[in-house]
C-alpha cells in the first residue's frame, strides 16, 4: 500500500484552547480508505504554536464496528517534527484511560509487517488532509 493509493476522507474539525499555553489548538479527524475498503479513522492535534507542541497523529485501525472487542482495534501514534515524523510510545495515564482499542507503542510497530502501512496512511494524511497545509512550511 502506497499513501498515493489511499483515499482521506475529512470529517470533524475543533478548536480548543491548549491547558498550558493558552493556544488555539485543533483537532482534525477523518477517514482513510484503501482500494474503496475503509482502512482506518485518524485525528491529528495541532496548534499555532508548533514548537512547543508539534503535531501528533493518531491512527486508528481495525474492526470498528460497535461489537468489536477493544483487542481487534489498535492505535498508533505520530509525532511530526521539521525534521520528519516519529513513531511514539502512548503515555502510561492515556494507556490506562484507553477501553475502545489496544494502544500500539513503537516496539509493537517498528520491525513488523504493519510498520509500512502506518507510515503509508501518516504520509497520506500529511500529503492529503487539506487542513494540515499550513503545516508544511
Known amino acids: 500500500m ?3 493509493d489511499i483515499c482521506v476522507s475529512e470529517r ?18 477523518g477517514d482513510l480508505s484503501f482500494e474503496g475498503d475503509f482502512k482506518a479513522w485518524y485525528d491529528v492535534f495541532f496548534s499555532a504554536n508548533s514548537l512547543t507542541h508539534p503535531p501528533m497523529i493518531s491512527i486508528y485501525v481495525g474492526d470498528w464496528s460497535e461489537d468489536a472487542a477493544p483487542d481487534a482495534r489498535w492505535g498508533a501514534r505520530v509525532v511530526w517534527h521539521t525534521e520528519g ?9 492515556t494507556k490506562e484511560d484507553i477501553d475502545l482499542f489496544t494502544p500500539l507503542d513503537r516496539n509493537d ?3 513488523s509487517d504493519f510498520a509500512t502501512e502506518v507510515w503509508a496512511m501518516v504520509d497520506a494524511v500529511i500529503m492529503k488532509d487539506s487542513r494540515l497545509k499550513e503545516l508544511h512550511s
Not at 515524523?85 to 495515564?93: A, G, K, Q
Open 85 to 93: 515524523c516519529m513513531l511514539v510510545d502512548w503515555d502510561v495515564e
Open 2 to 4: 502506497r499513501w498515493e
Open 12 to 29: 470533524q474539525t475543533d478548536q480548543t484552547k491548549c491547558d498550558c499555553c493558552r493556544e488555539v489548538t485543533t483537532r482534525a479527524t
Open 109 to 111: 510497530i517498528l520491525g
